[in-house]
């Protein structure tokens, strides 16, 4: 969980795959956005440190305002072997498998000059793409450090990258960041244009008791197969989202924080956010520094920073579209009978 406060669950944990409810039908506008998803999910590990990242998985599967071309799996909430794994799984149950799910780095091989699965798929898929890629990261950035790294030509072709992670508020430990500080200076210091969806941010909403009844109330969608997992998480960050944020403006309480959902939503609903701010953005060591500033005409050391979400209506798009994917649902007909990239 994302440096949040780092706790290891021990859960019993059931997966049970059903057909799913129809797909939220006519809420895109425009052609989709080309996405690669770098993520952490660890939903079904009982040890993992969220299940956030899954959430967000599913929910970027059931926005027709993305087109996703990829996800690239790294550490963080679980091990590489784990997270992995998850991802293959989450994809299978969701009936997406066409979809490539490839394997990065792992805590022991975090190295930027090192080649992986991943940054292979990165460099390759966004220099074959016809357009620009956006690349969302919900995970420790070594992935993309690595296929900036290895082929820096990429840059050119990436539109943007939004990036979950860092606090403004606070040195509150932040995973995503401080996991391997020189990939985050690594992607921190490129000339793409970069959001950056912080914890001040995704603290504003919150995944709570009322959430978990609507999963529940979906027994033919993915989702349901990780109620109890979820509701484990409800349970958890009640009394510890109250502790761990303590005097942080604008806190939602009552249940857990689905950050990667929110950083997702920004590339689906930018509506739904506001405030937004520039920071200068550098690692001091493990720390993020980030300082305010007034131009983004260089990006480099740059971020722009949603500052405010409209907390109700991400909730109702967020339930709605995560409860709608299943194994035989019509969305996931619709992209396995598309031609993949």
């Keep these: 969980m994302r440096g949040r406060i780092y706790i290891a669950v021990v859960a019993a944990l059931c997966l049970l795959g059903s057909p799913a409810c129809a797909h939220c039908a006519g809420e895109g506008r425009g052609a989709p956005i080309d996405v690669i998803i770098d993520t952490d999910p660890a939903i079904s590990v009982p040890t993992g440190l969220d299940v956030d990242d899954d959430l967000a998985i599913l929910f970027a599967l059931a926005s027709p305002e993305l087109h996703v071309l990829g996800l690239t799996a790294t550490y963080g909430n679980a091990s590489i072997a784990d997270t992995y794994a998850d991802a293959l799984d989450l994809m299978r149950l969701a009936g997406f498998t066409r ?183 550098h690692m001091d060591g493990v720390w993020l520094s980030a300082e305010p500033c007034d131009d983004l005409s260089d990006h480099r050391f740059r971020v722009l920073v949603p500052m405010r979400l409209d907390s109700r209506a991400f909730v109702e798009l967020m339930m709605r579209r995560v409860c709608s994917v299943g194994c035989s649902s019509p969305v996931a007909q619709k992209r396995r009978s598309e031609p993949q990239q």
């Design 99 to 281: 979809i490539p799910v490839v394997r990065g780095a792992g805590w022991t091989t975090r190295d930027v000059h090192r080649a992986t699965d991943a940054s292979r798929f990165l460099i390759g898929t966004i220099m074959r793409n016809e357009g620009r890629v956006t690349v969302i990261t919900l995970g420790p950035l070594t992935n993309l450090a690595s296929a900036l790294t290895q082929e820096p030509r990429i840059e050119q072709r990436i539109e943007r990258i939004v990036i979950m992670g860092g606090t403004l508020h606070s040195r509150l430990p932040d995973l995503n960041i401080m996991a391997h500080p020189e990939a985050s200076e690594i992607v921190f210091g490129t000339a793409i244009p970069k959001v950056m969806v912080p914890l001040d941010t995704c603290i504003q909403t919150a995944f709570k008791r009322g959430q978990l009844e609507m999963v529940k109330r979906h027994p033919e969608s993915v989702v349901y197969g990780f109620r109890h997992r979820l509701g484990l998480w409800v349970r958890l960050w009640r009394p510890l989202g109250r502790l761990a944020f303590d005097g942080w403006p604008r806190l939602e309480t009552g249940g857990f924080y689905p950050w990667d959902v929110v950083a997702t939503a920004y590339l689906v609903t930018p509506e739904l956010f506001s405030d937004e701010r520039c920071y200068i953005v």
